[in-house]
């Protein structure tokens, strides 16, 4: 099969949360599998260059239409870790992707409707004629819409669209006008049952159409995709997932074991596992010394997060005070896009600047990241809602116990370990279900009192967290399911269930 991956993000070389992860982990479980993949990115100036081999100019020829005009448009290819990427480079005064950041542009629904477009005049010129168009999020919603609109030729030859919904928190939401830009008549399209936002008047939702448009549609864990199509999680998309039938489900992420595995991870002092679970406060030692808290006997509590509403920050606030009050440790990972976000989040820093059991990093760093996980011993994930969430996942390999709110895929990989129909074999954290403060009391206060009154226990759960199966192998396999059933190959169609 030839895939096509086209996204916003792919980890490491430009990555601003999990879905840079996704796009990494799922290209490199179909290769491992003999596909042949190819991930199409705008060449953003702050790409990761140093981690791209071979990077080269493929082709000069490409002309974009784009408003009323003809944008030249350059193509580089090179080699990220095993994977072939493409990346999109328009020549225009505009400078699309040269903002110093890949979103928080207030022209983002053009840079991207810009690199929709341009895909589609990619597909024309490559070699080989994709099977499968697998697109990501709102910023490549147009996709779906372009080929049918506009390239039916591609359609009947039997290229199809998969389209992956991560968050539906962003659905962009645009004027009319993108679409003329990107040569649609929005008469045709804004209506209803295409691209008309249902709750702004007379907008257009790149979300909707990709939804509308693409041959199959999921989202990133059963749970979310239950949750969106019958709660208000759906944020008004509810009846046209609905609409889509059996053409859509939901498959778990995985995590991508080349990158986030203890026993291997080239960033953390001490490589562990399981079997050598001890190993692990060589590396809390070296978190506490990297971070400057103080060396002492208490459980540190750890968060890594992109600081928006989504993730809970005021509960990630309270769980912070929380556990200081509870004589615990907490450090703190994330950045946020909003200013008062930020602000909120600055304060806190300014008012533990001196305590020595309580670090706030307002930073993106990679590297940073690796060693928290592999230096705490808890973690706290309150969302309001969660597509999938692979913090906990990661940290979960790395024998950190979660505590995490009952939602979306936090609630398809996080078993109780007071409170589960589970086996106690597979508990591995801790859930609550109230988005307040006392819903995280309830849950961190219990996971505490193991740590200090049963520590073997405690350990029991983060063993079993990490023998869970969270990589790609399975989500692979279901992704190949897909992509065959939209060709009508072999193997033969899952049964809608098992989506
Ligand atoms: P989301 O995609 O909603 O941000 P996920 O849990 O799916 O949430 O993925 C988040 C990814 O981003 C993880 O790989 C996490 O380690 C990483 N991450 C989040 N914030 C930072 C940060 N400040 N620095 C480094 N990595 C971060
Ligand atoms: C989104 C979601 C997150 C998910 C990630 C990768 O950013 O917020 O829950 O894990 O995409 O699918």
């Known amino acids: 099969m030839h895939i096509v991956m086209v996204s916003a993000e792919c980890a490491p070389i ?87 950041r890949i979103y928080g542009e207030t022209d983002d629904p053009e840079r991207f409707a810009f690199f929709s477009r341009a895909i589609l005049e990619l597909v024309l010129r490559l070699d080989r004629r994709p099977d499968i168009l697998h697109c990501h999020d709102w910023q490549t919603g147009l996709i779906p819409v372009l080929l049918h609109e506009m390239h039916p030729a591609l359609v009947r030859a039997g290229t199809r669209v998969c389209y992956t919904l991560h968050n539906l928190g962003y659905q962009g939401v645009v004027g009319d006008s993108i679409l003329r830009q990107v040569g649609l008549d929005p008469g045709r399209l804004l ?140 450090v703190l990972q994330g950045t946020a896009l909003d200013p008062a976000i930020e602000a909120q989040f600055r304060s806190l820093q300014q008012q533990t600047r001196s305590n020595p059991d309580c670090r706030i990093e307002l930073v993106y760093d990679e590297a940073l990241a690796h060693f928290i996980y592999a230096g705490s011993d808890m973690i706290l994930i309150p969302s309001t809602y969660e597509p999938c969430g692979l913090t906990q996942m990661i940290a979960m390999k790395y024998g950190v116990v979660p505590i995490v709110r009952r939602v979306g895929g936090l609630a398809d990989t996080v078993f109780d370990a007071n409170y589960s129909h589970e086996p106690f074999e597979i508990r591995n954290g801790y859930l609550f279900d109230d988005p307040t403060a006392a819903g995280v009391e309830s849950a961190l206060r219990r996971a505490i009192w193991l740590w200090r009154h049963f520590p073997a226990y405690f350990r029991q759960l983060r063993i079993n967290g990490m023998r869970a199966d969270h990589s790609w192998s399975r989500p692979g396999q279901r992704y190949l399911e897909i992509y065959a059933y939209l060709l009508n190959r072999q193997p033969p169609r899952p049964a809608p269930g098992q989506l």
């Not at 791209?52 to 090179?78: M, N, S, T, Y």
């Open 191 to 330: 209506v209803p049952d295409r691209l008309l936002d249902p709750r702004e008047p007379g907008a257009a939702n790149l979300m909707k159409g990709g939804i509308v448009f693409a041959d199959f549609v999921n989202t990133v864990s059963p749970r979310y995709a239950w949750e969106i199509r019958n709660t208000d999680q759906g944020m008004g998309l509810q009846g046209v997932l609905a609409a889509k039938g059996d053409k859509f489900g939901g498959v778990l992420n995985g995590i991508d074991e080349g990158v986030w595995n203890p026993e291997t991870d080239a960033f953390i002092p001490a490589r562990y596992g399981r079997a050598s679970l001890p190993r692990k406060a060589v590396n809390r030692r070296a978190l506490r010394s990297r971070v400057g808290l103080r060396e002492r006997e208490a459980p540190i509590l750890a968060m890594v997060s992109r600081l928006d509403r989504q993730k809970g920050v005021d509960l990630m606030h309270h769980g912070i005070r929380y556990a200081l009050a509870q004589d615990c440790q907490a």
């Open 14 to 100: 430009a990555k601003a949360g999990g879905l840079g992860d996704f796009v990494q982990g799922l290209a490199h479980e179909l290769v491992r599998r003999g596909e042949t993949v190819q991930v199409v990115l705008p060449l953003y100036d702050i790409l990761r260059f140093e981690s791209i081999r071979d990077l080269r100019v493929i082709d000069r020829g490409l002309r974009v239409p784009f408003h009323d005009e003809w944008l030249e448009c350059w193509v580089q290819a090179g080699e990220v870790d095993g994977i072939d990427c493409v990346f999109l480079d328009p020549r225009s005064e505009r400078g699309f992707f040269r903002r110093g």
